[in-house]
């Protein structure tokens, strides 16, 4: 009798979460802000506003010409198909695959801003006194957890490789 795998449909319905969680707060601040208007949460500290990001992570490429869209939409996908190969193939712990998850939902996300707008809407500023960390939304705060996850994942969960069982024996 073979061993029954426990089902991945969490990590499906984390994926599904991170989008629709992302593209309602998107869509709830296209709505409600002209571009560049700030409304202050937190004094000193958090605003909501309404930015669009051409590039990746800091604005990276972002005044490339045009071509970085088309880049970032081929690295979202090679990236969500190994981490949802991943997944499936059980390469992560149950930490790693939340992380491949979340990871998988936030870059979604994002495609689906380049795809519709041709660029990310971001839309949450922390900022103190002079120093600000550039805007960023819903899909940017999974993508960045999920990392943390799976780096955490990386020291839990190691594989057993023929190294690591020649060195253990």
């Not at 937190?42 to 992570?57: R, Y």
């Not at 695959?97 to 949450?124: Q, S």
């Not at 490789?161 to 020649?166: G, S, V």
Request: hydrophobic letters at 55%; glycine letters at 8%.
């Amino acid at each position: 009798m073979t061993a029954q795998k426990p089902s991945k449909t969490k990590y499906w319905l984390l994926i599904a979460a991170a989008i629709v969680l992302d593209q309602i707060t998107k869509t709830a601040v296209l709505k409600n802000f002209a571009f560049a208007e700030r409304l202050n949460v937190i004094p000193d500290f958090f605003d909501l506003t309404l930015v669009f990001n051409t590039g990746a992570a800091f604005s990276f490429l972002a005044d490339a010409g045009g071509w970085q869209k088309y880049f970032f939409l081929a690295l979202a996908a090679v990236i969500s198909f190994y981490l949802a190969r991943a997944i499936v193939k059980d390469d992560f712990g149950t930490w790693g695959k939340c992380g491949a998850a979340m990871i998988i939902g936030g870059a979604f996300g994002n495609v689906i801003d380049r795809l519709i707008h041709g660029h990310v809407v971001d839309f949450l500023l922390v900022y103190w006194q002079d120093w600000y960390y550039p805007a960023f939304n819903v899909a940017d705060s999974f993508i960045c957890v999920g990392a943390v996850l799976l780096v955490i994942d990386g020291f839990k969960h190691k594989k057993e490789t023929p190294e690591n069982a020649k060195q253990a024996v």
